[in-house]
């Protein structure tokens, strides 16, 4: 299995960016998409989550009504959308599977996620 995210960049406060991130070689159907970050020193913190084989899509609540997770079956790709980026969210942003569970935040156990990418970098700063 191969994750490869792509999209990050420096942008000033208020800005936009895209991240994608693609996943190919990943066995089964139903599964979750995650996106997770760490800020410089800190560490990895739960960011989105997209269910594979739907439409369900969760966020923490510090990027609530300003990201937007979706997903391209056809392209095996998973998106998130950044608007209105603030200097707390630099941080390393990582793409992530883990495979489907329906228990509640079960998605946004890091722990339990199985494939990774290498991260790519989101600075926002002017």
């Known amino acids: 299995v191969q994750v490869v995210e792509s999209g990050g960049g420096l942008v000033q406060p208020g800005g936009s960016l895209r991240l994608s991130c693609v996943v190919s070689?990943?066995?089964?159907?139903?599964?979750?998409l995650n996106w997770v970050r760490q800020a410089p020193g800190k560490g990895l913190k739960w960011v989105s989550s997209?269910?594979?084989?739907?439409?369900?899509?969760y966020y923490t609540d510090s990027v609530k009504g300003r990201f937007t997770i979706s997903r391209d079956n056809a392209k095996n790709t998973v998106y998130l959308e950044m608007n209105s980026l603030k200097s707390e969210d630099t941080a390393l942003y990582y793409c992530?599977?883990?495979?489907?569970?329906?228990?509640?935040?079960?998605?946004?156990?890091?722990?339990?996620?199985?494939?990774w990418g290498q991260g790519t970098q989101v600075t926002v700063s002017s």
């Open positions: 070689g990943y066995t089964g159907n139903n599964y979750w």
């Open positions: 992530a599977t883990r495979p489907y569970c329906s228990a509640d935040y079960c998605y946004s156990e890091i722990a339990t996620y199985n494939y």
């Open positions: 997209i269910y594979s084989g739907g439409s369900y899509t």
